[in-house]
């Protein structure tokens, strides 16, 4: 073996470690930071659905934050907008079709009143807005980004006037000692995810730059994976503790956090000519088939409104077969 085919596997090596021990971090972290954020929702009295979809959701969304914003601020505009949509993918396909396949989600009628309905809007305008002028504009960042805070202010105003309807009830007298070690928990354990994901995804990245995969393809799937495995850890923890409503609303909220918030940061600093529309629609339809699949999986017409184990396969494989493509095209 040659001296540079020694040192090339050498740094392999040292970067699955540290892929390793990012992924073990992440799945360290998890359990406590679930059970934090249902301690936070049971002392505020705030909804399942908007823990998952706000401290959760939001939270485990960081990761995207992080990475889209230093690769559209050094340029990388493509690996940006991949990361971006390659984790909505992601969290649909490859997290909701895990944590059912472990064990069937339940899906209140206040998810698929609202909650799902918002998602399916949220990728619409952003199909839309692409399909105006075959291009992502400064302009439409700049839309994206008003629609995430009237989001906010639409949901504040659902929570204020249904807080009675659906609001978990404190199990215990709470103290101050309880509040603040439920609080201290969930920034503890929200630091060692991200931490662990910052460590997973640069590994990822350094893996996939050794064997020449073009930049768009490290974001659509190796980098949106990696941002997504917070996602999937909290999902699954969540639903093994009977809490498939922060389940849900952890990667509802994501998703629209990513495509309303996350998805302007690229647009908003790329240059003119920068973005490659052309390499868009593919992952963009995708992104359409996926949230049709996962309403229809959820709704069902029927009196049992869930996703079933079945149907966790089936948007797994979709999945699968998806990142595939993307991998050999």
């Known amino acids: 073996m040659q001296p540079t085919q020694l040192l090339m596997n050498n740094d392999l090596i040292y970067l699955l470690f540290w892929f390793s021990f990012g992924l073990g971090l992440i799945a360290f972290a998890g359990d406590g930071f679930v059970k934090s954020s249902v301690k936070i929702a049971e002392i505020f009295q705030i909804p399942a659905l908007y823990i998952g979809t706000f401290l959760i959701g939001f939270s485990t969304s960081v990761p995207e934050i992080s990475v889209t914003y230093l690769a559209a601020s050094k340029g990388a505009i493509d690996l940006s907008i991949g990361n971006v949509l390659g984790s909505y993918i992601c969290n649909i396909g490859i997290v909701i079709g895990i944590t059912a396949l472990i064990k069937p989600l339940k899906v209140s009628s206040e998810t698929l009143e609202h909650a799902i309905p918002l998602l399916t809007i949220s990728i619409i305008i952003t199909a839309a807005l692409l399909m105006i002028n075959n291009n992502f504009s400064f302009i439409d960042g700049l839309i994206l980004l008003v629609l995430f805070f009237v989001y906010l202010v639409l949901c504040y105003i659902h929570i204020t006037k249904n807080r009675k309807r659906f609001t978990r009830q404190q199990k215990n007298s709470t103290t101050t000692s309880t509040t603040v070690k439920a609080l201290a928990g969930f920034v503890a354990f929200l630091g060692l995810l991200l931490l662990g994901s910052e460590l997973m995804v640069n590994a990822a990245r350094n893996i996939a730059v050794y064997l020449g995969v ?58 003119p000519g920068s973005i490659s529309p052309e390499k868009l629609w593919i992952p963009m339809v995708m992104m359409l088939v996926i949230t049709t699949a996962l309403w229809l999986f959820s709704a069902k017409f029927d009196k049992v409104c869930q996703i079933s184990r079945i149907e966790g396969g089936i948007l797994l494989s979709i999945s699968i077969f998806y990142l595939i493509y993307i991998g050999i095209n």
């Open 214 to 271: 073009d930049e768009l393809i490290i974001g659509l799937t190796i980098v949106a994976i990696g941002t997504s495995l917070p996602e999937l850890t909290a999902c699954i923890i969540a639903v093994m503790n009977d809490e498939d409503d922060i389940a849900m609303g952890n990667i509802i909220g994501s998703n629209i956090f990513c495509l309303l918030c996350v998805l302007s940061i690229p647009l908003l600093l790329a240059p």
